[in-house]
């Protein structure tokens, strides 16, 4: 988990407002593992495409071919 907790930390710092931030709630699933890509990639992505709208360079950063590996070297 240590690699999702970590781009969770860096999303949030980049979003750097605390009423804003990503939780956990979005990955509190027993199958997690199997359903992280979809989580992401539906969940994730549009609420960043929303809330960096005049920043879409910050998105591209947190796409899932971009996060993925990192993620996923700790499961």
């Not at 990503?22 to 979809?38: A, K």
């Not at 992505?45 to 910050?58: A, I, M, S």
Request: proline share 4%.
């Amino acid at each position: 988990m240590e690699g999702l907790i970590e781009v969770l930390e860096k999303i949030n710092r980049e979003i750097g407002d605390r009423h804003y931030y990503l939780g956990i709630s979005f990955f509190l699933i027993p199958d997690l593992e199997e359903q992280i890509e979809d989580i992401w990639q539906m969940e994730i992505e549009p609420y960043l495409e929303e809330y960096f709208y005049d920043r879409p360079e910050k998105v591209e950063e947190f796409r899932w071919g971009e996060i993925g590996d990192r993620i996923f070297i700790e499961f």
